[in-house]
């Protein structure tokens, strides 16, 4: 004991009165305790220096699984305010530590260190790490930085990352975010495990979510874990599994339901519906409309507003000539919008499109065993898939349908099964 007490450079009455160590045999017997300070393991040394060979023979465990050196003591400090907990690799620098007064707890070694044990530390505001040279050390500094980072900080992470590249699509990944966070809220990142996700998957289904909905979910928590990985918040990231979707769009909308559905509209929808279902536009491109991009007998789609980034020219003819008249006729002086509400530029109308369709019988509300509310039945973006058809069964050359709608490739075009079998 007194040798390994001047190796240390700690006095041998401290070891054996705080840590309870014990000789036996000129073994140096290192009792484990854990926070109810019961003894879970025994370390035993037997040689103070590692050998030449390089082979670490200094150490075995005589008994039990292993727990942070000093976790008896993290309660006490917790409850007496300590702020810094230091981390460090193994029972001899706890005691070098204790002995200058530092409070540390010390890990059997790094390819050992547990999850369950970070999460301890982290009731403390600091944590400080001894970083030993080599693996080692980078492990401790890699382990407890996952165990900070909770499903919040990647999905803030993700939101930020899609302000910034002034993506689009950021409604639709904030809808997906809601999602995940009514399974995920208050999760941290690493007990976010593929056996979880399929859970999540199993309980999506069970509300009756469509296949391509959860992956895009699934898409957007796998970004958010890419993204972590990125910043060096994260090293690891689960497997997330992806479903079998059917890519073939099937809801057409004929026109007498059309017309059955614009009269269930509430008027300031009435004519952006109506363009949609003629144009083959896009919500998102119809609400961005403005006036300088309308001029006597053709629609400019700008650059910036296509969904592909390719800008687009819209014939004015017919119906659609008419509705354009009608919203020149609603201008609003202080409104740069083609179509408005009242002044306002048209925001999220999921409510009134689905009172609308189930008032014409073109959807409908159900309503689950735990009280949720789901809707099912057509969707907006039945309008544009229906306009094409049209267009191609009016004659329309399918090139020439495929530029007016922004479709760029044949396959998607073929995808959505714009072209019905009797059109064909």
């Not at 007194?2 to 009455?13: F, I």
């Not at 029972?91 to 999850?115: E, L, Q, R, Y």
């Not at 909770?150 to 899609?162: A, G, I, P, R």
């Not at 059955?260 to 509209?265: A, G, P, V």
Request: with cysteine.
């Amino acid at each position: 004991m007194a040798e390994y007490a001047r190796h240390v450079r700690v006095s041998a009455d401290f070891l054996t009165t705080v840590f309870h160590l014990e000789e036996q045999d000129g073994l140096i017997l290192i009792p484990y305790r854990d926070g109810n300070n019961n003894v879970v393991s025994i370390q035993v040394r037997r040689q103070l220096e590692r050998n030449k060979t390089g082979r670490d023979t200094r150490f075995f465990w005589k008994q039990g699984g292993t727990c942070l050196y000093g976790a008896w003591m993290l309660s006490e400090w917790g409850q007496a305010g300590v702020k810094r907990v230091w981390l460090c690799e193994g029972a001899s620098d706890v005691h070098v530590c204790w002995f200058k007064d530092v409070k540390a707890v010390g890990a059997p070694g790094a390819d050992t260190f547990k999850a369950e044990w970070a999460s301890m530390l982290l009731a403390f505001p600091e944590i400080a790490i001894i970083q030993e040279p080599g693996k080692g050390g980078e492990t401790f500094v890699k382990k407890i930085t996952e165990q900070r980072v909770t499903f919040e900080h990647l999905t803030e992470d993700l939101k930020n990352d899609y302000k910034v590249n002034a993506r689009r699509s950021l409604r639709s990944v904030e809808l997906s975010i809601r999602h995940l966070a009514e399974f995920f809220a208050g999760y941290r990142a690493v007990h976010i495990t593929t056996d979880r996700l399929r859970a999540y998957i199993a309980e999506r289904q069970e509300q009756k979510a469509a296949n391509a909905s959860i992956n895009r979910e699934l898409s957007a928590l796998k970004r958010a874990f890419s993204l972590a990985q990125q910043a060096g918040k994260l090293f690891h990231r689960p497997y997330i599994p992806s479903l079998e979707e059917n890519n073939a769009r099937q809801g057409f909308l004929e026109h007498g339901d059309f017309l059955r559905l614009r009269e269930e509209l509430p008027d300031y929808l009435k004519d952006p519906v109506s363009f949609l279902y003629l144009s083959g536009w896009r919500k998102g491109e119809m609400q961005s409309l403005e006036w300088r991009d309308v001029g006597t007998d053709v629609i400019r789609l700008r650059r910036e507003n296509s969904k592909n980034k390719n800008p687009r020219l819209l014939p004015l003819r017919g119906e659609l000539a008419e509705i354009i008249e009608r919203a020149r006729q609603a201008r609003k002086p202080d409104c740069v919008f083609v179509f408005h509400d009242n002044g306002q530029k048209i925001g999220d109308f999921r409510k009134a499109w689905r009172n609308a369709c189930v008032a014409a019988g073109l959807g409908r509300f159900e309503k689950t065993e735990d009280g949720k509310v789901y809707y099912l039945g057509l969707i907006v973006h039945d309008l544009r898939r229906s306009a094409i058809r049209n267009m191609v069964k009016a004659g329309i050359r399918e090139k020439v349908a495929m530029s007016l709608s922004g479709h760029r490739t044949r396959s998607v075009f073929d995808r959505y099964h714009i072209v019905s079998e009797k059109i064909r």
